[in-house]
């Protein structure tokens, strides 16, 4: 008998789930649910704020996928009855024998008192298009790149961010910019350890870009152009660009399936959530990593993680019991604006620590970063 698959999110991991549900099994009645009409290719949105892309070639429709015999519903989901196994839409409720959640880390600028009326949003494609037009005339002062709270998705990000800003200037001989990188962490991409922490300092210090860890935000005042941190000091700014607090889809928050913070539990490897035929992937959920710190949110692990929950779906609708499990590996490039990006791999999931290295930067792993965008559209298009 036909069973509904229900995936809500199209962003990075739903797409996949969506694409492999139809590829391996033919199944008729895979439904893909998201509140946007396009997905978001979220690697490139840097790119934009450099100007090496606009916002028209980063994004795709999702309807698309409708030639693919995958179902493209546009619409919000306001909430999940699990008992009745309905997904509660403005447009009408929608029944399913199987889930898979995908709807990532949602953004909060409004919970960062001033952020809204200060900050440049790095993470959002309008945010991405104002920094472009604002750095084009700044040609004095200081700007500030800072991570508002814990955890945000892309721990490379902010710091990619910072270097493409520094190359920018470089290559406009802008001599009188100055940039800071402010954040809570105590190091770059803590969880990937100390020796990758210090390369991404010292690129930052190479750059001239000074690093204050350790500066947790409480509050920015958009007239005086000042934020102030916890321990009470204050750094002004002229040029603010930040990214916001970060934060699990609210209507989750009294769900059986999720954590005290309101992310969701999962089985570390086959992304089974505590309720029967309901699956979890990326930025939503929780796994916390044998040295007790969480699993970074990025694509790279919602990508072989929706392998896995496409897998298991299937294998659980066949009767089958060879469960395929996430293992762990992970890879991210980091641009350096200089026609050259890093690029650090390794396996979360070894213990005590996470093992992970970084190759030395270069103009192929730039090349490979660009090589995956056209690949990424190509392939799940
Ligand atoms: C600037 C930037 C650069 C990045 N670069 C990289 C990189 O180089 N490598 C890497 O691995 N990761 C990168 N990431 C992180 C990566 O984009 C995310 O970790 C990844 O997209 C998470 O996938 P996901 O499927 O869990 O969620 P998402 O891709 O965020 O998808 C969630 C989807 O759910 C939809 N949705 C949310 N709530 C609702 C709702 N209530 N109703 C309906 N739809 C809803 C959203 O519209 C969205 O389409 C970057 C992120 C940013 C912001």
Redesign the pocket.
Known sequence: MSKKIVI???????LIVANKLRKLAKVNDVLL????KN??F??S??WVMTGWRTKNQIQKPLSRLQRKGIKFVN????NIDFKNQIIVTPDGDMPYDYLVI?????TFPERMEGFSESAYN??DLVGVEEIRDAVEDFDKGRIVVLVSSMPF??P??PYEAALLLSAHFTKKKRKNVEIEMVTPETIPMAVAGEEIGNMVVSLLQSRGISFKPQHQTTHIDPTKKKITFSDEKTLSYDLLIGVPPHGP?E?LKDSPIVEEKGWVKVNPRTMETDLENVYA????TSIILPDGKPLP???????YQADVVAHNILAKMKNKSDKKEFTGK?S??IELGDGRAGYASGNFYTEPTPKVNLKKPSRWWHWQ?VLFEKVWFWKWF
């Open positions: 809500l999110g199209g962003g990075t991991g739903g649910v998201d509140k946007e997905h978001l979220n690697p949105l840097l619409t919000l989901v306001e995908a709807l990532g880390a949602s790095v993470f998705k892309c490379a990000a889809p209507f992937l990326g930025d939503v949110k990025a694509g790279v692990f919602a990508h992970g991210c490039f970063k």
